[in-house]
């Protein structure tokens, strides 16, 4: 007799509002044993809500959940944990000053008492090496602080935590959920933590979040597709594509448009508005580069090849044992306090790191995207003026389509491609007339994306110059008037991407490594 194989996880109707507003909606879903399962959707769309119903931290308001064959209803992580959910954040959740093997045993110390109960380490580093071992991560250390261990490393961690606290609470096959992991990894290290998940799968399922279509069709057997809170479509083998996926999350076909590249302005002639000239430094040797008025400036190489040191030196970002010169309208920038000149000059910056240096969190749409022109916001008096800030956030809220309740929302509710739109708004706000983008679309949908190019070009119509910094290739061809790749700390290669000789991928690959 064959009997058709259930699936370990279910979904029925899962809904969730916060204050009123229904974020998700009616969403059903099913997870298989050994399988890795993709929610693809635009931000906002509902996908880090439904990874933590199931996880137990936000409770479905309505609707039902099944796990291995009985109902499931967490209304704390721990308990989703102890069923064998673990959930590995978007944002990381291990503690940096913590060794390794606390940091996967947190809170379960008490667990682990000796006769005298006095708490046995010896015991918990012996299974976090055990573990660690299994899972070919024989190179991490359990005595180690976190901290001593790169990004890749951490998230490793996180899923061998999840490995160890699965076997604690006596589950075969845990469920792993993960929440854009390779947002904010190169290339290489999503190659090792996709090809972990594969070896790991065979004890294991999967859900995945990311915004790199290609990334769903590398990796997943079935994905999901979520528009406003709701499931729109659901792909499995031959029709997992990334024109299906797109259309589907959209609702139209991805077109050659996309990075408009009729849209690119012929600059020869325009004058340099930034200028920067020997710039040297701990990762830097000897940058020199001009974008002109109406210009983008792609600068690309592989994570670590110094292309954000340079933006962030441009802008006076960090304090930079600054060799060479900044100028912006042919206006030498002082090396003290080059932060508050980049600004004063017109100069904005899109941070990679939008959570912990983009946006205050804590703080309002609304004061968040004033932060930067408060000037513009203020009576004469100086005191901020509350109409003028609503509605140059609402204009900003509209032309970007941030989605959020209100102007008055706070930053920290948004999803994360939402805060990056406010990164934006706040600059955009200012009138700014050069822009420096670090990833500006990392962590954005595709949809959201394509409004962020057109806003892009609607600035270099107005003549804005911007310097380009991006690890995805792609972006960089569609959108950059001239390409500029970095390796080791210096610039290899340089090259005009005017719209009808566009480089591909392939070629600037080959200066990057
Ligand atoms: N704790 C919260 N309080 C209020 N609103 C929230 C909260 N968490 C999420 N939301 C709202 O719910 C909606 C869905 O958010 P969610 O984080 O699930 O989106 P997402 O699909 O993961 O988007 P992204 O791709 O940008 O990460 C958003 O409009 C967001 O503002
Ligand atoms: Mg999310």
Not at 120 to 148: C, N, Q, S, V, Y
Not at 260 to 272: C, F, L, S, W, Y
Not at 354 to 360: C, D, F, P, Y
Not at 361 to 369: D, G
Request: some cysteine; overall charge neutral; proline content about 4%.
């Amino acid at each position: 007799m064959t009997t058709r194989r259930e699936p370990i996880f279910r979904m029925r109707g899962g809904s969730k509002s916060f204050s009123g507003n229904c974020v998700v909606d009616g969403v059903n879903l099913e997870i298989f044993a050994n399988e890795i399962i993709g929610i693809a959707g635009e931000n906002g769309a509902g996908k880090s809500t439904t990874l933590k119903m199931i996880a137990g931290i936000h409770p479905p308001n309505t609707g039902e959940m099944e796990l291995f064959g009985k109902p499931f209803k967490p209304v704390r992580y721990t308990q989703a944990v102890e069923a064998g959910i673990s959930m590995v954040f978007q944002e990381q959740a291990l503690i940096p000053s913590l060794c390794v093997y606390e940091n996967v045993f947190l809170s379960l110390e008490s667990n682990f008492t000796n006769r005298l109960a006095i708490v046995d380490r010896h015991a918990m580093i012996a299974h976090t090496e055990r573990h660690m071992k299994d899972l070919g991560l024989a190179h991490i250390d359990p005595r180690r602080r976190t901290r001593d261990y790169a990004f890749h490393d951490r998230q490793m961690i996180e899923i061998a935590k999840a490995f160890a606290l699965a076997e604690y609470f006596h589950v075969d096959h845990p469920i792993i959920l993960l929440d854009e992991p390779t947002a904010a990894i190169g290339e290489r290290e999503v190659a090792l933590l996709f090809e972990s998940i594969r070896r790991f799968r065979a004890r294991a399922s999967f859900v995945l979040i990311t915004h790199r279509l290609s990334e769903y069709i590398e990796l997943c057997d079935r994905i999901y597709v979520f528009k406003d809170g709701r499931n729109v479509g659901e792909f499995a083998g031959e029709r997992i594509s990334e024109q299906n996926l797109h259309m589907a999350m959209v609702g139209r076909v991805r077109d050659e448009e996309y990075f408009k590249e009729k849209r690119q302005r012929n600059v020869t002639e325009a004058p340099i508005a930034l200028s920067v000239k020997g710039l040297g430094g701990e990762n830097v040797k000897s940058v020199s580069l001009d974008v002109r008025k109406g210009e983008i400036v792609g600068l690309g190489g592989l994570v670590g090849c110094g292309k954000e040191a340079v933006g962030r030196a441009v802008v006076g970002f960090d304090p930079f044992p600054a060799a060479g010169t900044v100028e912006v309208n042919g206006k030498v920038l002082p090396v003290r306090a080059r932060g508050k000149a980049a600004i004063a000059n017109g100069v904005g910056f899109v941070p990679k790191e939008r959570k912990t240096e983009g946006i205050v969190p804590y703080m309002s749409v609304e004061a968040n995207i004033s932060l930067a022109s408060l000037p513009l916001v203020s009576r004469l008096t100086g005191i901020i003026s509350a109409a003028r800030e609503r509605s140059l956030a609402e204009k900003h809220v509209n032309g970007l389509r941030i989605r959020c309740s209100g102007p008055t929302q706070l930053c920290q509710f948004l999803s994360g491609g939402n805060q990056q739109k406010v990164v934006l708004a706040k600059w955009l706000a200012r009138g700014v007339q050069i822009l420096v983008l670090d990833n500006p679309t990392r962590g954005v949908d595709v949809g959201a994306k394509e409004e962020i190019y057109a806003v892009l070009r609607d600035l270099t119509d107005q003549g804005a110059a911007i310097l380009l910094i991006s690890d995805d290739l792609l972006e960089l061809i569609g959108l950059a008037n001239r390409i500029l790749v970095m390796r080791g700390g210096e610039i290899q290669f340089e090259r005009d991407a005017p719209a009808n000789d566009k480089p591909t991928e392939q070629e600037l690959v080959r200066h990057m490594v």
